[in-house]
């Protein structure tokens, strides 16, 4: 059986959307890192409406996403929606490039960019319409595998744009580099991709809208996500409170919080690969569930932490068990809506908005009580928890058989 690396590099219908994945993850490295800077010192923003701008925009996400990941399953070839996906981001980022102003700013934030930020899912999408013929095993390495290589494009982002930027007054040239990076995408499916025939079943134009939303809303869906959710809100809150406590409690500076979040990412990208080789051999929930027990042990080690050494002692456990919450639920997420790519797809964006929710709570409850160090350990302490809710749904009598 091939690799899935080599699975990726033989099959034009994978090799083409993981390249336009590692092309897209520079959009979002380009911009995000210093998004709140821009909005808030050099347009001038108050921090009230920046944050109401940013809650809004994560609500266009999630909607956009739903509404195209449905409408996607409807269409024979997923291509002219990645193309106009791709104009939206080059007209969100370039815009806010070449005018700097509030008005643009907020219409780029607001609704052009979490257009285009769909394109995430639609991508996913289109590999798993290809992946569903495959082996289950296969067809989890391969998107393990294109995780990392996305992974391993927005680790890599940050550190070239910084150098970049660094003798620059404004750092609103980080979205014209984005802007660059969508003109990529939108190039290599132009110019790449094929039309390609119908992949979904013969039915799945007759669904309608509202009974896929139904499907989402089903009992058995909602409650995987929630769990998904709450273990993806681990990763989060982690990339709020380690700085925190690095700076705090470990004593350390800026610059370990740089490096430490660059080491971590570039790590994450071997390991999502070991994780992806596991599922060929073991059934995704258990790996995922070893994976989230490793970044637990991590999370309470943190707590502990009194010295910069001692968090870059962690670092191995750190991306091991994050690779695995990084990487896993995305083929988890699709497997509950399997026989529909975009839908099933589509949950990705829910999973990341209601984790965001999950690590903001956390942290809220964490620091009324506590400091830093006690919410890393609550944390760990929820992560236990959701893997013993998670082990219970997914038990032998409860597991839904899913066609491979």
């Not at 994780?275 to 999370?299: D, E, K, N």
Request: with cysteine.
């Amino acid at each position: 059986m091939p690799s899935a690396f080599s699975s990726i590099l033989r099959d034009r219908r994978i090799r083409v959307p993981t390249l336009t994945l590692v092309a897209l993850a520079f959009t979002y490295a380009s911009t995000i890192p210093y998004q709140s800077i821009i909005g808030i010192n050099e347009i001038g923003l108050s921090d009230g409406a920046y944050s109401a701008l940013i809650f809004s925009a994560a609500l266009v996400n999630v909607a956009t996403s739903l509404t195209l990941g449905i409408w996607s399953d409807r269409l024979s070839d997923r291509r002219p929606l990645v193309l106009a996906l791709s104009v939206s981001g080059m007209l969100g980022f370039g815009l806010i490039y070449e005018f700097r102003t509030a008005a643009v700013f907020m219409l780029g934030v607001l609704v052009l960019i979490p257009v285009s930020n769909s394109t995430y899912s639609i991508l996913f999408a289109s590999i798993r319409a290809t992946t569903n013929t495959m082996d289950r095993g296969r067809a989890a390495a391969i998107t393990s595998t294109v995780r990392a290589l996305y992974s391993g494009s927005w680790a890599l982002a940050p550190g070239l744009i910084g150098l970049y930027l660094i003798n620059s007054q404004s750092m609103t040239p980080a979205y014209g580099i984005a802007g660059l990076a969508s003109l990529t995408c939108f190039c290599l499916y132009l110019f790449l991709a094929k039309r390609a025939p119908k992949q979904e079943g013969p039915l799945s134009h007759q669904i309608g809208f509202l009974s896929s939303l139904g499907r989402i809303f089903s009992p058995h869906v909602l409650m995987r996500i929630g769990i998904m959710s709450l273990l993806l809100g681990l990763q989060r809150l982690s990339g709020v409170v380690s700085p925190l406590i690095i700076t705090h409690a470990a004593g350390g500076t800026v610059v370990d919080v740089g490096f430490m979040a660059g080491l971590v990412a570039f790590l994450e990208m071997p390991f999502m690969m070991m994780w992806g080789t596991l599922q060929r051999r073991f059934r995704s929930v258990h790996i995922l569930a070893v994976g989230t027990l490793i970044y637990c042990v991590y999370l309470a080690l943190l707590s502990f932490a009194t010295a910069p050494w001692q968090i870059y002692a962690l670092v191995l456990i750190n991306a091991c068990g994050a690779a695995a919450i990084l990487s896993i639920p995305i083929t988890y997420l699709q497997d509950l809506i399997a026989d529909r790519p975009g839908l099933g797809s589509s949950l990705i964006s829910v999973n990341v908005f209601v984790s965001n929710g999950v690590s903001a709570s956390i942290f809220a409850a964490g620091t009324a009580f506590t400091d830093y160090s006690g919410t890393a350990l609550l944390a760990a302490a929820v992560g236990l928890a959701s893997v013993g809710l998670l082990l219970f749904l997914e038990s032998g009598r409860r597991q839904v058989q899913l066609p491979a």
